[in-house]
């Protein structure tokens, strides 16, 4: 019984070696011509805020949209995780303008974060802009918290 079951898996595996023919003239490797054009958006996540203690900081977002409206609709092109130990993002992205989506939280209690700009304890500060990337290049770009 048992060398009837491996000749039929060793004959249902010769049956389907055809199908994967890895060596298809059919389907050449892709010419670069033919690839879609991509740069770099290289992305600073910077903020400097007085009256709050650095380590009561942390960033929260960042997010691109590729257009104004849909960035204020909360439809993103795409999203990272953002980190303390991180400052430079980048994204490899179709050339065109997108529009940029930051924030950053205030941890502190009290009034600290209020007199720093924040709506409160726990509040988010918002950073939001234009940015254009270019067909293979490098855009670099700093956020800009007001």
Same mark, same amino acid.
């Given at each position: 019984?048992k060398?009837?079951?491996?000749?039929?898996?060793?004959v249902?595996?010769?049956?389907?070696?055809?199908?994967?023919?890895?060596?298809?003239?059919?389907?050449?490797?892709?010419?670069?011509?033919?690839?879609?054009?991509?740069?770099?958006?290289?992305?600073?996540?910077?903020?400097?805020?007085? $009256?709050? &203690?650095?380590?009561?900081?942390?960033? =929260?977002?960042?997010?691109?949209? #590729?257009?104004? /409206?849909?960035?204020?609709?909360?439809?993103?092109?795409?999203?990272?995780?953002?980190?303390?130990?991180?400052?430079?993002?980048?994204?490899?992205?179709?050339?065109g303008?997108?529009?940029?989506?930051?924030?950053?939280?205030?941890?502190?209690?009290?009034?600290?974060?209020?007199?720093? $700009?924040? &709506?409160?304890?726990?509040?988010?500060? =918002?950073?939001?802009?234009?940015? #254009?990337?270019? /067909?293979?290049?490098?855009?670099?770009?700093?956020?800009?918290?007001?």
């Amino acid at each position: 019984m048992k060398t009837y079951s491996r000749f039929f898996l060793l004959v249902l595996l010769l049956a389907a070696l055809p199908a994967c023919n890895i060596t298809d003239p059919d389907d050449p490797e892709p010419d670069p011509s033919e690839l879609t054009p991509m740069g770099t958006l290289d992305m600073a996540f910077v903020y400097r805020f007085q $009256g709050v &203690p650095a380590t009561r900081l942390k960033k =929260v977002d960042l997010c691109l949209a #590729e257009t104004a /409206d849909n960035l204020y609709r909360g439809i993103f092109f795409v999203c990272t995780n953002v980190s303390e130990a991180i400052t430079h993002y980048q994204f490899r992205l179709p050339p065109g303008e997108y529009y940029y989506y930051a924030t950053v939280v205030c941890l502190c209690e009290g009034d600290s974060c209020k007199y720093s $700009g924040f &709506p409160g304890q726990n509040g988010l500060q =918002v950073a939001g802009g234009k940015v #254009e990337v270019l /067909d293979d290049q490098i855009t670099k770009f700093t956020t800009q918290f007001h």
